[in-house]
């Protein structure tokens, strides 16, 4: 009896014990493949063409989607902040309310997420299917180095995209807020334009919006980048590596997404 | 210049405590068609993978023009690759890329010729694979039979001195593989290059090769001129050259008695 639980707990002990230096390991090839595809960045400059064609596949095709969610987003936000600011007299504080929610958090944030499940997943699947297909060994075999031609124009991509899909994120959605508020609700047009004028700070709110946006970027690009790149060159090894950068985008935006406004806030 | 243009120096190799090959040695002339032939999993396209320095060796050397490849640093290899083109066993044809632009690939990449003489380069490497008239078809477009052309084409881009073939037969209906036979044999002799074939079909092999090596076991089982392997009497050699069912490569993969499983089996219905 004592040999049998001895045995599990052994046995359980390793299991646990492999899986850590597992995630070790993924976290330190990571980090590897993140100080790479910076040393080989200079390719995705020089021939810039490379890098826009990337900013389209991952940040224009994205648009839809974002547009899309960050109207109704907006509406939402517009709803819900009139139903609660009329109980103490401010609904003429809509605008504020709506344009910092998105600034400050849901236009990094929700960007970043829905990035991670649109681009990140093309990013992911078309490089685990080209080392499927060994057209990455192709190119290693020609003496091309895949990291400077194929991830790091993909990252700068991603770097670029995401500031720039969040800002419009907000942008949309404060329309969405708007036609809420103003036509649909009658919020007074000059109150919501004025109050958001006054009270939403360049430095402090869209400026630390923004540097949430671009380290979003940094991590759900690079995380899709790793994945497809480390992914095991089979069917359900490319599938299981496009569900785990889903998985660990959203969960990393929502940690950093943390961290980032307790730095903001404390500073 | 050593006659050899690659030499495989008493090399082992494995990976999760398998040794894959062991003190396997060969020689590659220059200008010489020499194929590495053997099982499936018997590890030639690792030997293929050795030299091109893309996994390193346990023990011994691998040389490709008198360099030691694992000794070489990334630019070393690079240097090194730079001499070689590989046709994969699918192709690898870029999906994201045209026929023409897969072609142009090593030369925008590697070169800075301008683009009229790449154009007219990458027209010439297609029109050699018979393939001048699909320069803008897209990868998904193409048979099997094609992209392998394709992809031909781009492993010569370069003119490369070493040509390696992974499989070129593997998968190709006869006209195909009479067509990749032919080009392999005849691209061989106009650039004076040396090829390296890697495959387990006899026939075709056999028609084109100057020289092969059999594997087997992780060790290197029988060599010789292809005329010489058609008349051994060696088991291994005899079995695989005639496509026998049963010899020194088992039917079976290794089990316990068929007998006793069953028995065992129809005990535990009982229960």
Not at chain 1, 135 to 162: C, D, H, K, T, Y
Not at chain 1, 199 to 210: H, Q
Not at chain 2, 44 to 57: A, D, E, F, S, V
Not at chain 2, 129 to 145: D, F, I, N, Y
Request: hydrophobic residues 50%; aromatic residues 8%; glycine residues 10%.
């Amino acid at each position: 009896m004592k040999s049998i639980l001895f045995n599990r707990l052994t046995k359980l002990l390793t299991g646990i014990g492999r899986r850590m230096i597992e995630r070790i390991w993924r976290l330190g090839a990571g980090a590897r493949l993140f100080f790479l595809t910076i040393v080989y960045s200079g390719e995705s400059f020089k021939r810039f063409h490379l890098t826009l064609r990337e900013v389209y596949f991952t940040g224009v095709m994205s648009l839809l989607i974002i547009i899309v969610s960050a109207f109704f987003v907006g509406m939402v936000l517009g709803l819900q902040g009139y139903n609660t600011l009329q109980k103490y007299g401010s609904s003429e504080a809509i605008g504020v309310l709506v344009a910092l929610s998105l600034v400050r958090e849901l236009g990094p944030v929700v960007t970043a997420l829905l990035f991670a499940g649109r681009a990140g997943t093309a990013i992911t699947a078309e490089i685990g299917l080209m080392k499927t297909t060994e057209q990455l060994s192709a190119m290693e075999m020609m003496a091309v180095n895949p990291i400077a031609r194929v991830v790091a124009p993909r990252f700068w991509a991603g770097v670029i995209s995401m500031p720039v899909l969040a800002a419009l994120f907000s942008m949309v959605g404060v329309l969405g807020g708007y036609i809420v508020a103003v036509p649909l609700i009658g919020v007074d047009d000059g109150a919501f334009w004025s109050q958001m004028q006054a009270n939403v700070d360049v430095r402090e709110d869209i400026i630390n919006g923004v540097i949430k946006s671009v380290v979003f970027g940094v991590a759900c690009t690079m995380i899709a980048l790793f994945e497809g790149f480390d992914a095991p060159p089979t069917a359900e090894g490319v599938s299981h590596a496009t569900t785990r950068t889903v998985v660990i985008s959203s969960l990393t935006v929502l940690g950093l997404d943390f961290v980032l406004t307790s730095f903001m806030i404390t500073v | 210049m050593t006659s050899n243009i690659v030499e495989i120096d008493n090399i082992s190799f494995g990976y999760k405590g398998r040794l894959l090959h062991k003190n396997i040695n060969m020689v590659f002339p220059r200008g010489k068609v020499v194929a590495i032939m053997g099982g499936s999993g018997s590890g030639k396209t690792t030997l293929l993978r050795l030299i091109g320095g893309q996994i390193k060796p346990t023990n011994g050397q691998v040389r490709v023009n008198g360099k030691v490849v694992h000794e070489q640093n990334r630019k070393g290899i690079y240097q090194l690759r730079r001499t070689m083109g590989m046709l994969f066993q699918h192709g690898a044809l870029f999906t994201d890329l045209s026929v023409f632009d897969n072609v142009a690939f090593p030369m925008r990449e590697l070169t800075d010729l301008p683009e009229p003489m790449i154009r007219d380069l990458v027209l010439m490497k297609l029109n050699a694979v018979g393939l001048r008239g699909a320069h803008q078809l897209m990868p998904t477009e193409l048979s099997g039979g094609m992209a392998r052309r394709v992809a031909l084409a781009r492993a010569v881009a370069l003119d490369p001195n070493i040509i390696m073939y992974d499989e070129p037969f593997a998968g190709l209906d006869p006209i195909s593989m009479g067509v990749i036979c032919d080009l392999i044999r005849s691209l061989n002799d106009a650039l004076g290059a040396t090829s390296i074939i890697v495959s387990h079909d006899v026939k075709e092999t056999f028609l084109i090769a100057d020289y092969v090596y059999f594997v087997a076991n992780g060790e290197v089982a029988a060599e010789g001129t292809p005329h010489d392997l058609m008349l051994s009497t060696l088991p291994f050699v005899h079995q695989f050259v005639h496509g026998e069912k049963d010899g020194p490569v088992p039917f079976h993969y290794p089990a316990e008695n068929y007998q006793s499983e069953l028995l065992k089996q129809s005990a535990l219905m009982k229960i």
